[in-house]
């Protein structure tokens, strides 16, 4: 089994920025990519961004695109997100997730393994 867990949430003011961590421990395996996805109250769980196995390739939603990075650390089985220019339309619930294989996926059913969750609030 695998185990994820996310860090660097919080509130934070229009304009701010957040990093969140994720680390995996367990069976964390070899060969792997990462993915963070979100949900808002009300809202169905959305892809964020995602990143294949060596961090060469990465995938962003839209409404991300420009302004969160995703990248991994493959050393400390850990994978990062940094959010600048935070708006209150991304407050929501952060979810990374793990599946194995080399390239990025964008759907939720591709994932194996879940965190927890990790709440992110942007005040206007």
């Known amino acids: 089994q695998v185990q994820l867990v996310e860090s660097g949430g919080g509130l934070v003011q229009a304009g701010g920025s957040l990093r969140l961590s994720c680390a995996a421990s367990?069976?964390?395996?070899?060969?792997?990519?990462w993915g963070w996805f979100r949900q808002a109250p009300g809202k169905e769980r959305e892809f964020v961004a995602a990143?294949?196995?060596?961090?060469?390739?990465?995938y962003y939603a839209d409404s991300v695109k420009g302004r969160f990075t995703i990248s991994r650390e493959n050393a400390k089985n850990a994978v990062y997100l940094q959010m600048n220019s935070l708006q209150p339309e991304d407050t929501a619930v952060y979810y990374c997730a793990r599946s194995s294989g080399a390239r990025p996926k964008v759907t939720r059913d591709e994932y194996d393994y879940w965190g927890q969750g990790i709440q992110v609030t942007v005040s206007s």
């Open positions: 367990g069976r964390t395996g070899s060969f792997y990519v």
């Open positions: 990143i294949d196995w060596s961090g060469s390739s990465t």
